[in-house]
């Protein structure tokens, strides 16, 4: 029982390239994640799918894109990165029914030069 | 004002005292209450978890939860150098669609 993993674990882009951020869990939990952490700002939720098909925007939603290709899996895609995306990115998930305590990965450290 | 306020420290005890957390929130309509750990360069791990108002104890680890005054803590007694990490609050209402975190709190036990 791996938990959520996250691919990869760094990566280095220049501005205006484009990335797939790769999430999956095996715990059979419905709801996914993506949040960036940066210093002084906490966590800040990019987007969530609450179940398979569905996805929807959260804080900071601007220059991203999302997928939920199944039930285990939820990608983040930047399609022209920008050093303001330089961040930390995690992903997570929990239940649809409670407790609804949520579990991460262990993060994507991401620079955009 | 944010939904969740939580002081960023940072916070720095002896070995083998009490430590006390908090963090204040503005939504009534939250009802889960979570406390996690993330060490340096890590994922946040998840500590404890409260729902609604109330205690829980897990070990050394103590979260309390006033829905009356919208302020939650977590105590840890006896804190050891392997406690040294940052300390985040996070809550949520009853749907558990979004949650909402602290900015957390960094914690140092000097040996």
């Known amino acids: 029982n791996a938990g959520v993993t996250q691919t990869p674990k760094f990566q280095v882009l220049k501005t205006g390239q484009s990335m797939t951020l790769q999430c999956a869990q095996d715990m059979n939990h419905n709801s996914m994640y993506w949040y960036r952490q940066d210093p002084g700002m906490g966590l800040r939720l990019i987007y969530y799918?609450?179940?398979?098909?569905?996805?929807d925007k959260g804080e900071v939603p601007n220059g991203y894109n999302v997928s939920r290709l199944n039930k285990r899996e939820f990608s983040l895609r930047l399609e022209s990165a920008a050093p303001s995306q330089t961040s930390v990115y995690f992903c997570?998930?929990?239940?649809?029914?409670?407790?609804?305590?949520?579990?991460f990965g262990p993060g994507t450290r991401l620079t955009v030069t | 004002q944010k939904e969740v306020e939580q002081d960023p420290g940072p916070l720095s005890v002896p070995e083998g005292a009490i430590v006390s957390l908090n963090c204040t929130y503005s939504?009534?309509?939250?009802?889960?209450f979570m406390w996690y750990r993330q060490y340096s360069r890590k994922g946040p791990e998840l500590l404890m978890y409260?729902?609604?108002?109330g205690n829980k104890e897990d070990g050394r680890f103590t979260a309390q939860v006033d829905k009356s005054s919208k302020y939650i803590s977590l105590f840890i007694r006896d804190s050891q150098p392997s406690d040294s990490a940052t300390y985040l609050c996070a809550m949520s209402g009853n749907t558990g669609n979004q949650f909402y975190f602290g900015t957390g709190t960094s914690l140092t036990v000097i040996p």
């Open positions: 939504n009534s309509a939250f009802q889960y």
């Open positions: 409260t729902y609604s108002s």
């Open positions: 997570a998930s929990t239940r649809t029914s409670g407790p609804y305590e949520q579990y």
């Open positions: 799918s609450a179940s398979e098909g569905t996805t």
